[in-house]
Structure formats: C-alpha cells, structure tokens
C-alpha cells in the first residue's frame, strides 16, 4: 500500500523566518516519484516539483528546497526566508511506477505572518 | 500554451437538478483525471482515463455520478440528480505517460476547479 502522511495540519511563522514543511510516504515499490503542490486561497494546485526515487540529491529553487531521504522516507519541503505569498496549503503526494495515480497527502495549511 | 481549462468556474443549482462540469486537458496529454475537494474528505480521485478510455472509476461516490471523454480534448464528469452533500470543488488534472521511461513525465497540471454549490 502507498501512502503520504503530513503530520503538521496548520503552521503559522511570521515572516522572513524559515520554515520546514514534512512529508514522510510509505510504498512498497523501489520505483517512485514524489511530488509537491502548492494551493494558494485562489484555490489552483500548483505543481511544484517532482523527485524520482533514483535522485536523492537536495534540490533548491530560488528560496525553496527539497530534502529527500529515503532511509528515513521522508520528503520535505523548506521555504527560506519566507513571505506573506508563500500563506498557501502545500500538499505531499506519491505516485509508484506500476500505479498512473497519485497519492496526496492531506495537506498542510501555512500561514506567514506579517 | 494553455493550461488545463474548466468550465464553468462556478456553478449553483437546486438539489434534483443535473450538473455538467467540463475539462479541456493540456494538448498532447493522454491521461485526464478528475478529483473532489471538500474540508472534511481532502482531495479525492473520483475517475481518470487514458487515451480517452476509463482505466480506474473506483472513486465516484455512487451511480449519480459519471463521466465521459469523447475525444482526447475533452471530458465531462455529470451529477445526475444533485444532492447538497455534493458541493463541493472539483478539480480535472491532466499529465502525459506516467511510466518512468525516458522522457516520462508523471506530474500532473490542474485546472482552476469548478466550485459546485447545491442548495
């Protein structure tokens, strides 16, 4: 079975501090892919990044970046230096090699504070 | 290049009535999914096809609901008759091949939603 688990529901810093989104996933496949999505009040789901399990390498984009580490399952997610734009609900989500669907997690709410 | 359209965006109707709410997927995309968002169940898969056939329908809540795609341009998720528990937002989302081959991209772009409102 798959599965994606956000542990925090709601975070709330204020802004310009760093802050760490988690995501820890189970799969019983060695073959997978990671995601992240992003839904701004708007209410779009913004597709953030995707990871393959080959590729553990931390990824970094402008002031987000992703750590990925299979030993402990985990997938998470760091805003640096955060801003009142970054207030969204971001959401974790898994999909295996032999399955064309995704699995979300059930998202966790940030709040930046100004 | 246009993302994934929905339409309408917006949609209220009395509980009976039948609602049609339409996706257009991201050109040369071959599979189409459609999702429910509501507060208290998170976002759930209802359906999604692959080159235009239903490959999984295991997620739509009874025999009220059903979709079609027609073409590889279009779908169509229909409640037929809506029920207030049915309001909620709906979401189609479409990615290309999902198999981790070379070139494959498994990641899949939504639409705005479509926010349904049963009175």
């Known amino acids: 079975a798959q599965k994606v688990t956000q542990a925090q529901t709601e975070i709330s810093v204020v802004e310009k501090e760093d802050v760490t989104l988690d995501c820890v996933y189970e799969t019983r496949d060695t073959t997978y892919y990671l995601f992240w999505y992003k839904q701004p009040p708007s209410g779009e789901l913004v597709f953030l990044i995707r990871r393959n399990s080959f590729d553990e390498q931390n990824e970094i984009s402008g002031r987000y970046s992703w750590n990925f580490q299979k030993s402990t399952s985990s997938f998470n997610f760091t805003i640096t230096a955060s801003q009142v734009v970054d207030s969204a609900v971001y959401f974790c989500a898994l999909s295996q090699n032999r399955d064309d669907k995704i699995i979300f997690g059930k998202g966790t709410r940030l709040h930046i504070l100004p | ?119």
């Open chain 2, 1 to 119: 290049d246009a993302g994934v359209i929905q339409s309408p965006r917006h949609e209220v109707t009395e509980m009976g009535q039948e609602v049609t709410l339409r996706c257009k997927p991201i050109s040369g995309h071959d599979y189409l999914f459609w999702y429910r968002q509501t507060m208290m169940r998170g976002l759930e898969l209802l359906i999604y096809f692959n080159n235009n056939v239903p490959i999984d329908d295991s997620g739509m809540p009874e025999d009220r609901f059903s979709a079609k795609m027609p073409n590889a341009s279009f779908s169509t998720l229909k409640i037929q008759p809506s029920e207030p528990r049915d309001s909620a937002v709906y979401f189609c989302a479409s990615s290309s091949s999902p198999r981790v081959i070379a070139g494959g991209s498994h990641e899949q772009y939504f639409g705005p939603g479509t926010r349904l409102t049963v009175t």
